[in-house]
């Protein structure tokens, strides 16, 4: 084999895709994945992870026909549709004929039948709905050759870990394993590492610090008045492409409505939002037709877009870590970005912990007169 493989694959890829150069994740994890090792991978958010295990994937199975072979788990309906994307890309661009199947939740059970009819070579879902048919003997578990897990360290929270082991303990011990997240945390390793003896662990610079290039403020208000100062202060920056974290369903739609009521080009994904809902807000966000974007953490997480400007937090998270995915949506390519956290005063304790956390300093802004300021009114 030649010295220069892993280089010269990996950049065919990406090249191909319309990218300058492998990033480290990409180029560390091709030959491992390719000769069939299990690879757990750590690396920052925007670094191309996705591409990081389907390229060695569909070099490996590129001559595999109408067999379920790969299966990759995701912890939301959006990032199962993010990957499929790529997925698709991929085989464009490289006349790779792989093809891929979502199966989520929230779409009808008969039509996903249908498509797995079909044999796609790859599956792409979340654990519930997968675990749903290959009990039902839709999924052929024992051809399955390699289990992804994307966003590995969001299906061993609490509230996924027993049905993402569910789905893993259907498949052949010799399975290929991978997971992948922007942070792999000590306790999904533990969780990990009873499904392999020996998996690579592979962390690229980066994953847990937030670029000098993003700014940090907060602006502190009444908790019953951060709508109406998100829709102030959205006037007052000149914002290209956004996006408004709030988490909770109720929370979410009503931003979405008092927004909507004022004329914003705005979408929301994630909530109660059904498949083709949240489709249409993604393409819409990432063509342009929608300036601003609502979003819980789940619903985000693993999401890529490009240009994004500013990033607006109304609610405030508990992990530091969630803080750091969410930041990082701005200021990609040296860009300068900006994130505006709107708080009570008791969410300071957040702000103070994500400084001390991150190693990152925010800055108090003031809204009033319709403008952003740097300084308390009258002084």
């Given at each position: 084999m030649p010295e220069n493989r892993k280089a010269n694959d990996i950049e065919t890829y990406v090249t191909k895709l319309g990218f300058k150069k492998a990033t480290e994740v990409q180029q560390s994890c091709f030959e491992d994945i390719l000769a069939g090792k299990d690879v757990f991978a750590q690396a920052p958010t925007?670094?191309?992870?996705?591409i990081a295990y389907l390229a060695p994937l569909f070099e490996k199975y590129k001559n595999v026909k109408r067999t379920n072979t790969v299966l990759i788990l995701t912890p939301t309906h959006e990032l199962a549709l993010q990957v499929?994307?790529?997925?698709?890309?991929?085989?464009?661009?490289?006349?790779i004929n792989l093809r891929s199947a979502v199966i989520v939740g929230d779409?009808?059970?008969?039509?996903q039948i249908e498509r797995l009819k079909e044999k796609p070579e790859i599956i792409i879902g979340t654990a519930t709905r997968i675990h749903e048919l290959i009990k039902k003997r839709k999924i052929?578990?024992?051809?399955?050759?390699?289990v992804v897990l994307d966003e590995g360290d969001k299906l061993y929270e609490d509230s996924n870990v027993y049905m993402t082991d569910e789905v893993v303990k259907c498949f052949m011990?010799?399975?290929q394993f991978l997971m992948f997240s922007a942070t792999l945390t000590d306790e999904s390793v533990e969780h990990a590492k009873k499904w392999t003896e020996n998996a690579l662990i592979k962390k690229s610079a980066g994953g847990r610090e937030i670029p000098a290039?993003?700014?940090h403020w907060y602006l502190v208000c009444e908790k019953r008045d951060k709508l109406a100062v998100l829709?102030?202060?959205?006037?007052a920056i000149r914002t290209k492409k956004a996006m408004i974290f709030i988490n909770g369903a109720n929370e979410s739609l009503e931003a979405l409505s008092k927004l909507h009521a004022k004329s914003y080009k705005v979408d929301l994904i994630g909530g109660s939002r059904t498949k083709e809902e949240r489709r249409k807000a993604?393409?819409?966000y990432s063509h342009g037709k929608v300036k601003y974007l609502i979003a819980t953490d789940l619903a985000a997480r693993g999401l890529q877009f490009d240009n994004v400007d500013t990033v607006f937090h109304i609610s405030m998270p508990e992990d530091s870590h969630d803080y750091l995915h969410r930041a990082g949506r701005t200021g990609r390519a040296g860009k300068v970005g900006r994130n505006l956290s709107i708080v009570t005063k008791g969410e300071l304790s957040l702000i103070r912990k994500y400084e001390k956390d991150l190693n990152i300093k925010f800055s108090e802004k003031y809204y009033y007169d319709g403008k952003l300021m740097d300084v308390p009114k009258g002084k």
């Open positions: 925007g670094s191309g992870k996705t499929a994307r790529t997925a698709n890309q991929l085989s464009a661009a490289m006349k779409a009808g059970i008969g039509r052929a578990g024992h051809l399955i050759k390699t011990r010799d399975r290039n993003i700014k829709r102030g202060v959205t006037g993604m393409h819409d």
